[in-house]
């Protein structure tokens, strides 16, 4: 399936249980409009992540493709430090050459045995997928200073992500408007385990885990889809890819726990 079309079904069947949801918990959402645009907008930045992740998926696997969109905790820091003048942790600036010397090598830079169909794009596009995941990252913490329930900002940044990513499938000529059975099965499984389920499960934990906790439990998820990549789908790395995978995430996971002991838990 093309990435454009799984990305777009992932968003379009995760909105309907979304806005019953919603509506349940519609009395408890006292954001007003302009934080709700915001979280749309936040959306629109969500939609273009799963768009490159996607694609990149396609390119170079999906355990590499993941492990590089977990890049967007550096990225965080550093859009942090240039806009909101938060001063980054010392790991943050130590760590950055190691993630990107990790990088370089799962890119498969003259590595004949390097996986995927194309590395260096695969890269790529990964790293768009940090970068894209950052401006959410950020657009949705502006958009819910209230800490409304989670379903409300959810609701509105998946109909932002659903609108993107249809305005950036219409050009494609992979994009199918109207997938066949058992596509649809697929694409439903996909919406409600991870836009719906696994979302709603992440936003009601981070409020209520210490960030040191938060920080090693997130790591959890390039790790697993590592080791699911190979185990499922016969990714087999070549060993310059494995330790760029090491690298990037000895580098991302010693800047999250940097972090994470600064703040105090909430």
Known sequence: MAPATSAFFRALYALPVLYLLWRLHRGRDRRRPAERRLAFLAGVFLGLDLAVWHRSIELIGAGLATVLGNTQVLFVGLA???LLRERPPRAALVSAPVVFAGVVLIAGLKDPRAYGEDPTGGVLFGLLTGISYTAFLLVLRRANPRRAAAVGPL???TA???LALFV???PDPSF??????PAHGWLLALALGSQVGGWLLITHALPRLPALEISVLLLLQPMATVLWGFLLFAEHLSPLQWSGVALVLAGVGWTSLAGARRRPAG
Request: hydrophobic share 55%; charged share 10%; glycine share 6%.
């Open 155 to 157: 609701y509105d940044a």
């Open 176 to 181: 199918d408007p109207w997938p066949s059975w």
């Open 168 to 170: 950036l499938a219409l």
């Open 160 to 162: 932002g992500a659903a």
């Open 80 to 82: 942090s430090w240039l």
